[in-house]
């Protein structure tokens, strides 16, 4: 195993719990932009539409994508800027 790998484990690590918690939050903004309601629909609600329920999972997923792919490279830019080799 080569040392940048070794670097990236427990970095990649905080780095994915910080990444789902941002993301969380950016989800909820966007959710009270996207539908002016503080509290997406959870996938048994009944009161809430198909539309509704699908439109919120597929944005938390999106957006948690974005935001993972984003921490994911900038983490592995920092181990490269540390240890001189890009993990693999």
């Known amino acids: ?7 990236y484990k427990p970095v990649g690590m905080v780095l994915g719990m ?4 941002a993301a969380g939050l950016i989800f909820k903004q966007v959710w009270k932009v996207v539908e002016g309601d503080n ?8 009161e809430r539409q198909w539309g509704e329920i699908l ?3 597929a944005l938390q997923g999106a957006i948690f994508a974005v935001v993972k792919a984003a ?8 181990v490269r800027k540390v240890t001189g080799e890009w993990p693999t």
């Open 1 to 7: 195993m080569n040392t940048s790998k070794l670097a």
């Open 18 to 21: 910080l990444a789902g918690a």
């Open 39 to 46: 509290d997406a629909p959870n996938a048994t609600d009944e």
């Open 55 to 57: 439109l919120a999972a």
């Open 71 to 78: 921490v994911d490279r900038a983490g592995a830019t920092g």
